[in-house]
């Protein structure tokens, strides 16, 4: 349809009313209750971020991952020159293995004084020593066990293994220089576990307590609903907002930290008038709808439309009440219309 046809149909359907064919393609503006949302941008945020700082010394010999390299979880990262490490677990083992000989040999000699004891062969004060004896043999095997434990660990410090599944993000060591402990050597993120932070006006937290739901637009068009949603007890005195957290379902992709999102939330329920988004008429700047009367009498009517709701429907904020009644076929009611206008002229 061009345009001048187009605007001699406005022109009509606005001054000169007539009389609508019979046709059950008809619908009703209705007045729907749906609930109240309010929209916010929010930023996609990793749970799980940190900094891994080195827990034992020495030299760095091997880096294996690099900024933007995705890595497995319990991989190794980074590799420390472990020479010192190695010589402390020969030594503990060495240590823990005389002093197992030793327990042993305190044991027997306790068997013995305890058996001449029991005889009264033997003094009390003979027994007293080897009960000490053995008393002191065994706290040496525990001693030496926790020390041969404890030199496992730094050994195996000095392999740096990814804590969870993830990207680099920073490394800040270098090949050949000493880590000492407690220096940060690489930081990353898991893109496993996301959320979203908004900051939302605190006129509005009362009511998200009370109905703690939340969507979320994905890349795409696509929505999930937040698995929570976390409210920060206390607000941000410059700007008098709280954060609120949204947890994003697992599998969820194509998000990373510090994008932004389209966030909403449903705060209790408001009333609009609905209609089929299929019956609403888009000519250049004209929005409008064919509405029948009560007397069967077709008029082209301007409408301002708002959002689009369950994807069918659209959202009328003027220009048409509820109960009216309106054509479902815009392109079937704009011929009826034109043929009648034909009519109307030659006659």
């Given amino acids: 349809m061009t345009r001048l046809p187009f605007l001699l149909i406005l022109v009509i359907g606005f001054c000169c009313p007539l009389l609508a064919a019979e046709t059950e393609a008809t619908g009703i503006a209705q007045l729907t209750k749906i609930p109240s949302e309010y929209h916010f941008d929010g930023i996609v945020e990793a749970t799980q971020q940190s900094t891994i700082s080195a827990q034992t010394q020495g030299q760095v010999i091997e880096i294996l991952a690099d900024v933007d390299d995705f890595v497995e979880q319990g991989a190794v990262i980074i590799r420390l020159r472990d020479t010192e490490q190695q010589a402390r677990l020969e030594q503990a083992k060495a240590e823990l293995k005389a002093a197992n000989a030793q327990l042993q040999e305190a044991g027997k000699e306790f068997e013995r004084t305890r058996e001449i004891f029991t005889r009264k062969l033997v003094a009390q004060a003979a027994m007293d020593k080897a009960t000490a004896s053995l008393k002191s043999a065994k706290a040496r095997q525990e001693a030496t066990s926790a020390a041969l434990a404890q030199a496992e660990e730094q050994l195996a410090y000095t392999q740096v293994r990814a804590p969870y599944s993830g990207i680099v993000t920073e490394r800040l060591i270098e090949l050949g220089e000493t880590a000492s402990p407690g220096q940060k050597l690489i930081s990353g993120i898991s893109l496993e576990l996301l959320r979203v932070s908004v900051d939302i006006p605190q006129s509005l937290i009362p009511a998200i307590r009370q109905q703690p739901k939340a969507r979320i637009t994905l890349p795409g068009n696509r929505t999930v609903t937040a698995e929570s949603v976390t409210i920060f007890p206390f607000a941000d005195p410059s700007s008098g907002t709280f954060k609120v957290r949204l947890k994003l379902p697992a599998g969820v992709t194509d998000l990373f930290p510090g994008m932004l999102v389209k966030t909403d939330f449903e705060i209790g329920q408001t009333e609009v008038l609905l209609i089929p988004a299929a019956s ?33 429907k659209i959202e009328v904020l003027s220009g048409l009440a509820a109960g009216e009644r309106i054509a479902l076929d815009p392109v079937a009611a704009g011929s009826q219309l034109m043929q009648q206008s034909k009519e109307s002229s030659n006659e």
């Fill in 280 to 312: 609403v008429v888009y000519r250049s700047e004209v929005t409008a709808v064919y509405v029948i009367g009560a007397d069967n009498q077709i008029t082209l009517r301007h409408i301002q439309a708002g959002q689009k709701r369950n994807g069918s």
